[in-house]
């Protein structure tokens, strides 16, 4: 007689989950602690009019309304993806099942850390499609996830919820990054370093997570991975 998944997987495929959606889902709602970090590098530096303007106490600083107008702008267009793909993206998943839509949002989301990794202030228009795949993956991921909460029948809404808080809770990746680049870690290496995270998403995708879809209610001996 074939043999179900045992609660050691289960436990992992929960586990690894809310990593996964702690640490990448929503960073992108982290976005002004990553806005301290990108102005520090000079991106969008161009955008500062040279001509100063005189603050109440005397002192000349260069107007950098324009600067401000770019990085609220990436901002918008990614949260912005991130909502209105929402649809599409839940068609894939339900159309394709859940290994060819977390292949979309893992090339997704790599995409997007390379790009920012190898952005530069003179090349910060990369963060525009950056952000926007960024988003793009980071929902994909957390609607293949959300399905877990099917694996433990009367606990599956606590543990939908787990998943919804850690989404929001992802936005604190934008702000270690802060913390890292003020001690002296570069923006590149940060981001190749979330870029080579994506091995980490494809083993999980293979081995913790089905090639379709988790049923509900679960039915005996149900195996995946």
Same mark, same amino acid.
């Given at each position: 007689?074939?043999?179900?998944?045992?609660?050691?997987?289960?436990?992992?495929?929960?586990?690894?989950?809310?990593?996964?959606?702690?640490?990448?889902?929503?960073?992108?709602?982290?976005?002004?602690?990553?806005?301290?970090?990108?102005?520090?590098?000079?991106?969008?530096?161009?955008?500062?009019?040279?001509?100063?303007?005189?603050?109440?106490?005397?002192?000349?600083?260069?107007?950098?309304?324009?600067?401000?107008?770019?990085?609220?702008?990436?901002?918008?267009?990614?949260?912005?993806?991130?909502?209105?793909?929402?649809?599409?993206?839940?068609?894939?998943?339900?159309?394709?099942?859940?290994?060819?839509?977390?292949?979309?949002?893992?090339?997704? !989301?790599?995409?997007?850390?390379?790009?920012?990794?190898?952005?530069?202030?003179?090349?910060?228009?990369?963060?525009?499609?950056?952000?926007?795949?960024?988003?793009?993956?980071?929902?994909?991921?957390?609607?293949?996830?959300?399905?877990?909460?099917?694996?433990?029948?009367?606990?599956?809404?606590?543990?939908?919820?787990? !998943?919804?808080?850690?989404?929001?809770?992802?936005?604190?990746?934008?702000?270690?990054?802060?913390?890292?680049?003020?001690?002296?870690?570069?923006?590149?290496?940060?981001?190749?370093?979330?870029?080579?995270?994506?091995?980490?998403?494809?083993?999980?995708?293979?081995?913790?997570?089905?090639?379709?879809?988790?049923? !509900?209610?679960?039915?005996?001996?149900?195996?995946?991975?």
């Amino acid at each position: 007689m074939a043999r179900g998944a045992g609660r050691a997987k289960k436990l992992g495929t929960l586990f690894s989950g809310l990593l996964e959606c702690g640490a990448f889902c929503g960073i992108i709602f982290g976005w002004a602690s990553l806005v301290y970090v990108l102005k520090s590098l000079g991106y969008f530096g161009q955008w500062c009019e040279s001509s100063a303007i005189l603050n109440p106490n005397g002192t000349l600083y260069p107007d950098c309304s324009g600067q401000d107008e770019q990085f609220s702008l990436v901002f918008t267009i990614g949260s912005f993806m991130n909502n209105f793909m929402t649809l599409p993206m839940g068609y894939v998943f339900d159309r394709f099942g859940t290994a060819v839509a977390r292949l979309i949002a893992i090339s997704l !989301y790599t995409g997007g850390t390379l790009l920012v990794a190898f952005s530069t202030p003179d090349l910060a228009v990369l963060l525009f499609p950056a952000m926007s795949m960024l988003s793009v993956g980071g929902i994909l991921l957390i609607l293949t996830n959300m399905q877990v909460g099917n694996l433990f029948g009367k606990y599956r809404s606590i543990i939908i919820t787990l !998943y919804n808080g850690a989404f929001d809770s992802s936005s604190a990746i934008f702000l270690i990054i802060k913390v890292l680049h003020e001690h002296g870690l570069s923006l590149r290496a940060m981001f190749f370093f979330m870029a080579a995270c994506s091995a980490w998403h494809l083993l999980r995708t293979i081995f913790l997570m089905p090639r379709m879809h988790i049923p !509900y209610p679960l039915p005996p001996a149900y195996n995946y991975g």
